[in-house]
Each structure stands twice: as C-alpha cells, then as structure tokens.
C-alpha cells in the first residue's frame, strides 16, 4: 500500500498530526503496533499517577485560555473530546488517558492500521515499511511518533545487572527492609523512590548532577513536587540520602549488589556501598533498531534523540520527520517538547508544514495595515489569549515581516523555523514570545523569595521574572531591539498605560522611517 505520508505510532503525538491531516484531506495513515491507540499509557508511568495537570475549574469559559492550563487534551477545532470530560483529578490515574485517546481517534475518524509492529524501514526513492505480519508499505514521507520508547543505559561497569524502571516491581512489598539504590533524580526515579518509602529501610537516590527542581528551572521534566517526598525523608534525617557522583562500578556480590561511588561533595572521596537492589531511572530514549543501515538517522544527545532541522526533519534523511515526544531534540529541557502540553502544537506546527510542501499552503497569517496601533492591538489580544506561545514559550512564537506597505501577521510558528524560511530573505521583521525572567530567578537563592519589578514600572519591564511577552525587532537577521511588556500578577497585559502604549510606542520607534505618525 502507498500512501503520501505514514505516520509510525498512534501515540498523542501522532493522533494529533493525524487529526489536522484527516481534517484538510490528506492522504495519510497512522501504523500501530498495538492493537489499540496509547498503548505506551497503559504501562507508563509504572505507578500509574499522571503529572501533567488537569485543571478543569479555570473561571475561564475561552477554549484557547483553558487549554494554557489543560496539558493532557489534544487540539482539535472542534474543543472535543477534551481530557477533563474523563475525571476531575488534578493529577489523574493514567488509565483515563488510554480511553480518552481512544475516543479521540474514534470521534475524528483517525486512519489506522492496528497490529502493525514495524520490523524494517529502508528508503531508495520511496520509504518502505515492514510489519512483522508480513505487510508492505510505502510513502513519500515518514513520521516516527514512536516516542523515546526504551530506557538510557549509562555507561557504568556492571549496569547490565540491575533493574531499571521499566521492569522492576511496583509493588512496595517486594522491597521490605531493603537498601535500595536508585539511579537518576529525574521523576520517574523519584516516583519510584516515592513507591517504596514505607517499605525500604534505606533509599539513596544517586547522579553526577545534582537535582533540579521544576518549580526552578520552569522545565516540567525537571523534579516536580507531587514526586518530591523523599527530599523531606532525607533533610529530615530518615535514613533515606540524595548523592551527587559518579557511579564508577557495580559488582554483585552473593546477592547483594557493592557500587564505588565517587562523591561530587567531598572532597574526592571514593566509598563502596552495599544494597539490595539497584534500580536505574536514568531517562528513555530513541529506539533506532526498525531503521536499516542506509536509513538510520543521525542521533544526538549522548545518543538518546534523531538530530533534527528546525522542521523536525532528519538532518540526514530526507523526508523523515519526527512527532510527539522525540521532538524535544529542539528545545532540550528548556520548554515544552517533552510533553503532551508542548509537543501537540509542534505536531500541528509539523501539518503546516507537511501541508505547504505538499500543496502549496502558506502557514496560517492575517495581513494588517502597517500602523504602529493596528499592530500593537494584535499583539496585545494575541499575547492574552494564545495558548501555544503560553506553553511552548521561547520557542514558539508570533512572526510579524514588514514590507513598505503592509505587514504580515503570522501566527503560532516555531521561533527557529521561521527564520529558517519565512524570515530568511526578510530584510525587517519582529518575533514575539512569551518567556521567563530566567536570569531574575538564577540571581535569587530562593524561587520563592524574589525580588519583583514594580507592575508600574515599565521603565525596567526587562527585569520582569515570570512568564512575559518580549516582542523582538530583526534587521537583516539581527536582533536590534528588544521590548518587554512587564510582567502582571494575573498574566493580563491590557493596561493602556503600562502594557499597551509602551509597546505601541516601541513599534512607532521601530516604524517611524515608514510611518510618520505621533502617538
């Protein structure tokens, strides 16, 4: 069978690229190994609690708004089916997500083929996918949406003897009065960390780097605090202990396992420490193996991810995209990819493009009259509104090009995208994000304790900490002014006088040579 375009995986990131394909008639099909969509749900996370919020009460009865705060449900014109229709919790069992896919795909009548596990992928002129039953097929373009699907085994001597998060038991009794050694201060680490406190008589948490913490850093990948219990067991003297070092060996001695340490905090020290089990929780990645030799694609990230162009294309073959988690490649630990809340935009940023190579449509843009008020007025009713600039900050954004007579208004593209194309041979233009004050918070020793610039004071609105709207002027190329709309307790930037005369008057400044108007 040959078709235009073959997505591998009905995951979340692949339903939503279908969904936009089945929308605007494109010939596609979805391949799944399992015999339903979400499998991957159905075992992951092992202990089954969702951390990707589900908050259903918002005061907000705008669609776009409630998905700012709505990170498991899938973008559709339609706002259904929406996540928060299957349970109410904050942070919901991950059974609910499985049936929601379902009804997802079934409702938007998704085109899949189930039972179709993937044995090969080669490439001469056209992709050619086999399937374990003994089907072919062909495409022109080919989407892994597979996920990072199998675990990242360090290099440490004697890692292949312990177990890893994937196949170790989630049962608390199976470690009662155990020293359990844990490998990785990421979530899936210290959920199962979490799982065992009652029943361990002792867990150490181990890494060369120390932990960070999401409310910190804003990566929700980084730990979250509904995973975060062992933190008090430890400072709270519990018997449980958060290293930073280097694991340089693990022997397995009569049934116990002896792991050298190097400490990072102590001066050097060496010690061997004994334990019952060792788990690893070091993170997942991109399983390769479906690709022949001549096919594979370039990995990156101590080898966890496809390298991929700003289109989410290999960078070394062409016509295979990458959807859904994998995308993360792009903005690694920095904004959203990782996640359903952030990779369900880059999968409709990945229809765009599919669909303007294909049959010619431009990304989605408004043509607006080339006046300072005109244009400041857009950004303002954009910036509170949007979602994609909301969730995929810094990396998704707004791209206004200005020509002598009109500019062009340019919705929800990736940031290193438009560049690439829609801005390469434009001589001005403006790109505008929503970002953090990163370098605020890093100067303060306490997230919780910093020092915020006055709401009024927009004369320092570059000091702005929380999540913000910068609007940056490119000549040629090159940054050459930056404007921030300060930051607001309650992210509404519609104040006449702090948020939107400033900017307009920022525009003006940038425009003046092409629009002799005062404000």
Known sequence: MNKKIIIIGAGPGGLQLAYYLEKNNMDYLILERANHVGHTFEYFPRHRQLI??????????????NLRYDWNSLLS???????????KDYFPNADHIVNYFRDYAISHNLKIVY?????????????RIETENGYVYTCEKLVMAIGVNIPFIPKIKGIENCKTYVDTSVDPEDFINKRVLIIGKGNSGFETADNLVSTASKIHVCSPTPIKLAWKTHF?????????????????KSQNAIIDGDIEEIKEI???????????????????????????????????????????PEMTIMNRFPNQKSNWESTNIDGLYFAGAVTQMRDFKKSTSAFIHGFRYNSKCLFHILNEDNNGVNWPSDSVSLNPEVITRKIIENVNRTSALWQQFGFIGDVIVIDNKKATYIHNIPVDYAIDTYCQDKEHYFIVTLEYGHEIFNKSPDIFNVTRVHRNDVENANQSAFLHPIVREY???????????IEDFENNWKEEDVHIRPLKKFIYMCLKELVPLSL
């Open 77 to 87: 014109d339609e706002h259904a089916p929406l996540f928060k229709d299957y349970t």
């Open 115 to 127: 039972d179709a596990k993937v044995s090969n992928i080669s490439k001469e002129d056209l992709f």
């Open 475 to 485: 000549i040629n190329g090159l940054v050459v002014n930056v404007h921030h709309i």
């Open 254 to 296: 009569d049934g116990e396992y002896h792991v050298t340490v190097h400490y990072g905090h102590a001066n050097n020290e060496v010690e061997v420490l004994i334990y019952d089990d060792v788990i690893l929780c070091a993170g997942f990645r991109f399983d390769d193996s479906m690709f022949a030799d001549n096919t594979k």
């Open 220 to 236: 929700v990948g980084h730990l979250r605090a509904v995973n975060n219990n062992l933190l008090d067991t430890y400072q709270l």
């Open 52 to 65: 990707s919020i589900n908050k259903v009460y918002t005061g907000f009865d705008d669609n776009e708004i």
